[in-house]
């Protein structure tokens, strides 16, 4: 169906413009019952956008400032793989100060999601130290000494509490206001080890030099994985220390 299941939205629901960012997504700004919204169409299963809805609508409720889905006439959160989410105004983080806030909202997200389930067809970092797929990572694509160092990266996260990360917590997924900090773009949303969530610029998150070398260290290796064999996950992968 596409786009044209916006019409759910409305009689008057219309895409404005392509909005630059998304990449496993088409992102639009879009008008609906009269107001400025988002609207994001991929290939994701109903199972999986239920999760990220229920995540959303619980975040909100508790506070944080995220892109709420806004439902159908009907009262649907999505609609073959649309959804429409509130606009959220502001700008990206530019200073240290402002990356300070990140973390902060981010250690939040932290505590709000601890025991939460996994999203349906995922893997953690250390769930990948057994398994060879989940979602977007396919291990068997690649060649047996990069997986040995992604593995040993991620294995020295065993043991650590889990709870809902962003996955992509870039400045372009962050919009700042003097009142506010916003996490948009959910979709590499998943459950892991938060310190993943926590390798900021000029290391805002005030990790300890071993706990942030271990949390590079393993979120070079998952960006790596997810991304192979473009020239990115090359690159990252080269900031994983052999063995």
């Known amino acids: 169906m596409g786009w044209e299941a916006l019409r759910h939205w409305g009689e008057d ?26 609207g994001r169409l991929g ?17 909100d409720r508790e506070g944080l ?12 959160l999505f609609v073959n793989g649309l959804v429409v989410m509130t606009y959220l105004p502001g700008g990206p983080p530019e200073t240290q100060s402002d990356w300070r806030r990140v973390a902060d909202t981010l250690r939040e997200l932290h505590r709000l999601t601890q025991g939460w389930p996994q999203r349906p067809g995922w893997r953690s970092s250390t769930d990948l130290l057994h398994a060879d797929t989940g979602t977007k990572v396919d291990l068997t694509a690649m060649p047996p000494e990069s997986v040995a160092r992604c593995r040993a990266a991620w294995a ?8 809902v990360v962003h996955g992509n917590p870039t400045a372009g997924n962050v919009r700042m206001t003097a009142t506010q900090v916003a996490l ?37 290796a998952w960006e790596a994985a997810v991304c192979w064999d473009d020239d990115y996950a090359l690159k990252r992968l080269t900031e994983v220390r052999p063995i």
């Open 13 to 38: 629901a219309a895409r404005i413009e392509p909005l630059t960012g998304g990449v496993a997504n088409d992102v639009w700004s879009v008008r609906v019952d009269g107001r400025l919204a988002v």
């Open 43 to 59: 290939t994701r299963s109903d199972a999986d956008l239920a999760w990220e809805t229920e995540l959303i609508q619980h975040l």
């Open 65 to 76: 400032t995220v892109p709420v889905p806004i439902p159908t006439t009907d009262g649907r």
């Open 156 to 163: 020295r996260l065993t043991g650590r509490q889990t709870c």
């Open 184 to 220: 948009i773009d959910w979709d590499e949303s998943h459950v892991d080890v938060p310190d993943l969530d926590l390798v900021l610029p000029d290391n805002a998150a005030d990790l300890d030099d071993a706990t942030y070398d271990i949390a590079a260290q393993a979120s070079a």
